[in-house]
């Protein structure tokens, strides 16, 4: 019995006897003394919620290991009590609702309504987290996981946390999928929505009729793929490869696309090619070249896109360049290669697994954005906008939106399949455990030409952007009056000082600190899950392993359209009753974030020798010792990668929070978005610089505080090799 | 150099822990999934010993090892470190160290960090740790290479970083797994000796992975020969060299020729056995009169120009390489044909000559029992 588990067994009464069982209740104003002792689980239970009592019995087997101590039926104990812990918990919360027994069976056999009850408060989750943990405990004394409890813990805490904010969800919504507008099983219903022609029409390859939906969605996601693959190894490149003097440089405006909001790219390309944008002018004052709208549809989504994701493969392919061991190419030179040939047979197939990681990452983000195609998409529809009108629009049609989201899921699956197989079983591993001293060979020169001939020009075109922002915000009206103003920033960030101190009286600062207190709780924990996934992924070997990892990646596979009116069906209903909180949001954000740090890990995981873990390991240091001080210093680019990402994406996403937000929670994008909607551009764009700035800001701190791996390779620059020098410079 | 100062502020570590531990299995199996990697194994490691697990590469040797560390659970059976049950417990539990076949040093640290990397998660203080780990690095000779990253060091002076930072803890088992692998050979003979040296002065418990068995007679204590996931054969690399149970083991340790031949009585401790013509007096090691396999070691053939000698085979050399301190022949004979190593002999019989061979009952020939 070890002292963690004595840890987790007290807490699960401190959540049982002590701790509120019910959330929140909406009626009543609750006391104080509601929250400690008389609203607990066990109080309720013996006035009135006998349903509770029966937690009492598993709770009580937890204190026969804890009281006495015979090792070989203490597991025994300890997985009982937790697995009973946990059924009487999930059984009782489904299947007593807000209005009674929540299934007909339960209804014919013991009457109509039956008891009630809210939504499940801190006790409740406590004693629930408690249950899983000794289950786990136990499990690991059985000696699962090499009887590393740790593992067997985080395996199964972020298992229980893909089930509730994952699966539960998306069953929920795909229910609807299979059900007709009253919630009755209809699959013919299902098959005609399935296989409806505004889906998988392919008129335009033989007239001038529309494709279907899931062609165009399906087209669009490979270009952006490759293409955001392609100019993110270009960025790469030049910044760990090439003695290129503006790199830094390069490197901040790649990373610029990212910490926009979705939207704002959009309208700045039209405000750059629309019919009345500046270029658009430019070419018909001077050249006479016709007013067009070609920006509208395929073409502008396509660019928006790639100015949109190239940043994220560019993130996720420096860690891969920088973790390829020079020593192989300096062997594949030996072997008489010439450089090129080098670059072609070692450093890229090396860099597979990034590319792969890369291309997937472009492919989905296209299928789930929603901002660019609903601002640019013209006449060419895609799964993410069609889903989101499903929803919201006319038709108020669940079942369309959940095939509509079946297939995109398909699509998404059908990717990550294609790269599972694509990688097949080879090791990539690079980091090994022996100190390897080799210098990175300078790029070959016709890969460094293309890199600079993609990269610079495209960084040229992203400041072109970013500088139409930029002035958008300062000028009275962009296209019209090019006056310059200050009163954008002033409506939405006016501070007063009043007699009693600072008032913040702009319109935007509500919305302001909540979007910034939601990512700076969302991005720390979707970083540690992501991470700890990957690890768990990479380094254990568990049955289920799979299915394990399919649960990680699926919350990324949903467009927010979808998670949202999920999350809206889900926990909007005891036993999880959460939304309207800033909970609900933190959670959405976590779980659609995730898969980022997931793959990122993965990546940088699998080029770091196993061995490393293990020497950890055999030194006494436990699995958790070893993560903080083997596993995360290594991983440093995967952490940085992933904070900063699930930081950005929480100040930008619009899609699945448009459905979440309250009041009391209204996220910056969501009103921005409702600024565009009354026509107010100038303040949109000028939140949108604010919003900017404020990301630039996190992004410098967090590199700052995470820092840069060191793996001590020599430097290029330094001859002697003499001086321990950080190996990566960039 | 025996007098190391133990931290006595170590944990879960008892105070006096000069005590070298044992280590063993009892009917241990290993599976990964339908595969068995490890069958039924058991054995035992005796405190203070140097034992070498051998094998060729898949024989689940590695595996065993790993086992003993906790890096791989048993799918059946216990395993006992010091008379203590460890089956279940994790690696970080159990009071064992291990050198990598890569060394796995971690590379965003300093030789000095490496090696105190074991005290300092376990609690003790900075300094205490640093100063253990500086008095294992000056036991393996690296003094002042502590600031340096392990990707500055050669690759023997990363392996004995390696060593040290698996000693500093003091733990009562020590693994290595194929250590020698990453070496050059002159680098090799000298690195097992200071194994070997280290293990004695210390008095420490070793396991040691290797599929070279020169390398493994050469450190062990006692030998467990391993094939197709079971063991072949445990005993001292003389009984393993003298008296090899099976063919496998007569032939994976050293070189030896494997004759046919007839088991034509037994008197007392000995047998007679004959074979192409010669006759021998070996021990009978439970054989009954009848047809037997004999190893017989390349130095136990007497090679003779001279063809006389009566009960001896008669032969012809094929072949003659000279490497100095030996000669080595290939010989055809009527019992097959033989490797013949010939010591202290200046100039080769050249190929082509007639020669006459006679055994050496004394050592070097055996009869294998099970074959």
């Known amino acids: 019995m070890s002292r963690a588990t004595l840890g987790w067994i007290v807490l699960g009464w401190v959540g049982f006897a002590l701790l509120p069982w019910y959330g929140f209740d909406r009626y009543a104003d609750p006391a104080l003394s509601d929250y400690l002792v008389t609203g ?138 299979f059900a007709d507008n009253d919630g009755n099983l209809a699959p013919l219903e299902f098959v005609a929505k399935f296989t409806d022609r505004s889906i998988w029409g392919l008129d335009c390859l033989t007239s001038d009729l529309r494709c279907g939906v899931a062609w165009n969605t399906l087209f669009l996601g490979l270009l952006v793929g490759v293409g955001t693959t392609a100019l993110g190894l270009a960025f790469a490149l030049i910044a760990t490869r090439t003695e290129f003097r503006y790199k830094k440089l390069l490197r901040v405006m790649s990373v610029l696309p990212i910490i926009t909001p979705p939207f704002v790219i959009g309208l700045a390309l039209i405000l750059i090619f629309g019919r009345s944008g500046m270029l658009s002018t430019a070419l018909w004052e001077w050249f006479g070249i016709p007013r067009s709208r070609w920006i509208y549809g395929l073409p502008g989504i396509f660019i928006a896109q790639l100015l949109a994701f190239t940043p994220i493969a560019f993130l996720v392919l420096i860690g891969v360049v920088q973790g390829i061991s020079p020593t192989l190419e300096e062997a594949s030179q030996t072997l008489r290669a010439k450089s090129w040939t080098t670059f072609l047979t070692v450093t890229l197939p090396l860099m597979r697994p990034g590319l792969a990681n890369a291309f997937l990452l472009g492919f989905v983000e296209s299928l789930a954005d929603f901002g660019n195609p609903l601002v640019l998409g013209g006449n060419y529809e895609v799964l993410s906008t069609k889903i989101f009108f499903a929803v919201v629009g006319a038709q108020q049609d669940q079942g369309r939106a959940a095939v509509l989201s079946i297939i995109l899921l398909a699509f998404t699956l059908g990717a990550f399949r294609l790269q599972h197989a694509w990688l097949g079983k080879k090791v990539y591993t690079t980091v090994t455990g022996k100190g390897d001293t080799g210098l990175a060979l300078p790029l070959p020169r016709r890969v460094a030409m293309a890199s600079c001939a993609t990269a610079i020009p495209w960084a040229f075109f992203t400041l072109a952007v970013y500088v139409v922002i930029a002035i958008g915000a300062f000028v009275r009206s962009m296209g019209r009056d090019y006056t310059p103003t200050l009163e954008h920033f002033l409506t939405a960030f006016r501070i007063e000082r009043t007699e009693w101190g600072l008032f913040f009286a702009g319109s935007a600062w509500d919305s302001f600190f909540a979007t910034v207190k939601v990512a700076g709780v969302a991005a720390p924990l979707t970083a540690a899950v992501g991470l700890l996934t990957a690890y768990l992924l990479t380094r254990q070997r568990f049955s289920g392993q799979r299915a394990f990892e399919f649960g990680t990646l699926l919350s990324f596979a949903i467009p927010g359209t979808v998670v949202g009116v999920s999350y809206i069906l889900a926990f909007n209903v005891p036993p999880i009753e959460i939304t309207g909180t800033g909970f609900i949001l933190v959670m959405c954000f976590v779980f659609r974030n995730m898969p980022v740090g997931v793959r990122a890990g993965i990546a940088t995981l699998s080029q770091i020798d196993k061995s490393l873990d293990e020497a950890s390991l055999t030194l006494g240091a436990r699995s958790a010792t070893t993560m903080h001080r083997v596993v995360l210093p290594l991983l440093r680019p995967a952490v940085v990668a992933s904070l900063v990402y699930s930081f950005v994406r929480a100040m930008t996403a619009v899609s699945a929070v448009i459905f979440l937000v309250t009041a009391e929670y209204n996220m910056a994008t969501t009103y921005i978005v409702g600024r565009v909607e009354a026509g107010e551009f100038g303040l949109a764009i000028a939140y949108s610089t604010a919003l900017i700035f404020v990301m630039l800001l996190a992004i410098v701190a967090i590199q700052f505080l995470v820092g840069e791996r060191r793996l001590g390779r020599r430097s290029s620059s330094a001859s002697t090799g003499r001086a321990p020098v950080p190996a990566v410079s960039s | 150099m025996n007098q190391m100062t133990s931290p006595s502020t170590l944990p879960h570590a008892p105070a006096s822990r000069k005590q070298a531990a044992s280590v063993e299995f009892r009917n241990v199996t290993k599976r990964y999934g339908i595969v068995t990697a490890v069958s039924d194994v058991s054995f035992t490691i005796e405190p203070g010993q140097l034992v070498t697990l051998l094998g060729p590469s898949g024989c689940g040797k590695t595996t065993t090892l790993r086992m003993i560390a906790g890096l791989e659970m048993v799918s059946e059976g216990q395993i006992l470190i010091g008379g203590k049950d460890v089956t279940h417990l994790s690696a970080a539990d159990r009071d064992v160290s291990m050198v990598f076949q890569s060394y796995a040093l971690f590379p965003h640290m300093s030789v000095l960090e490496n090696v105190a990397y074991g005290p300092s998660v376990q609690g003790i203080p900075k300094k205490e740790a640093y100063a253990m780990a500086m008095e294992k690095l000056s ?41 020698l692998s990453n070496l050059d050979a002159k680098l090799r003979r000298r690195v097992r000796e200071d194994i070997r040296e280290l293990q004695q002065s210390l008095n420490l ?103 006389s000698s009566s009960g001896a085979v008669a032969g012809r050399v094929r072949k003659a390489s000279y490497l100095g301190t030996q000669i080595e022949y290939e010989v055809e004979s009527p019992v097959g044909d033989l490797f013949v190593v010939q010591y202290g002999r200046k100039e080769p019989i050249a190929p082509g000559a007639q020669v006459s061979l006679a055994f050496a009952e004394g050592r070097g020939v055996a009869i294998i029992p099970s074959a």
């Open chain 1, 40 to 177: 607990s689980g066990l109080v309720h239970g013996l006035r009135e919620a006998w349903w509770l009592l029966p937690i009492l019995a598993p709770l009580l087997m937890t204190l026969r290991p804890a009281l006495s101590s015979s090792r070989q039926s203490d597991s025994t104990w300890l997985i009982a009590s937790g697995a009973l812990g946990l059924a009487l918990i999930v059984i009782q919360g489904f299947s007593i609702g807000l209005n009674g027994w929540t299934t007909d069976i339960l209804k014919t056999i013991f009457g109509e309504p039956g008891p009630s009850q809210a939504g499940m408060g801190y006790g409740a989750a406590l004693t629930s987290t408690a249950f899983l943990i000794i289950l786990c405990h136990g499990l690991a004394a059985r000696g699962w996981c090499r009887g590393d409890a740790f593992v067997t813990s985080s395996i199964g805490l972020v298992i229980a946390l893909i089930g509730i904010f994952v699966f539960f969800p998306v069953s929920a919504i795909l229910a609807s999928a």
């Open chain 2, 139 to 179: 036991l393996v000779g690296l003094n002042g290479l502590e600031k340096r990253a392990p990707s500055e060091l050669s690759g023997g002076q990363q392996q004995r970083v390696a060593v040290a930072r698996a000693l500093v803890l003091e733990p009562q088992v020590l693994l290595f797994d194929e250590p």
């Open chain 2, 205 to 307: 418990t070793v396991a040691y992975v290797t599929h070279d068995q020169e390398e493994a007679l050469a450190v062990s204590d006692r030998i467990i020969v391993m094939s197709n996931a079971r063991i072949a054969q445990t005993g001292t690399p003389r009984e393993l060299y003298e008296e090899p149970a099976d063919l496998f083991v007569a032939d994976f340790i050293g070189d030896a020729n494997i004759l046919s031949g007839e088991l034509v009585s037994v008197t007392g401790p000995l047998a007679l056995v004959q074979t192409g013509g010669a006759s021998l007096h070996l021990p009978h090691r439970g054989m009954r009169p009848g047809p037997v396999k004999l190893a017989v070691r390349p130095d136990a053939i007497l090679i003779d120009e001279a063809t």
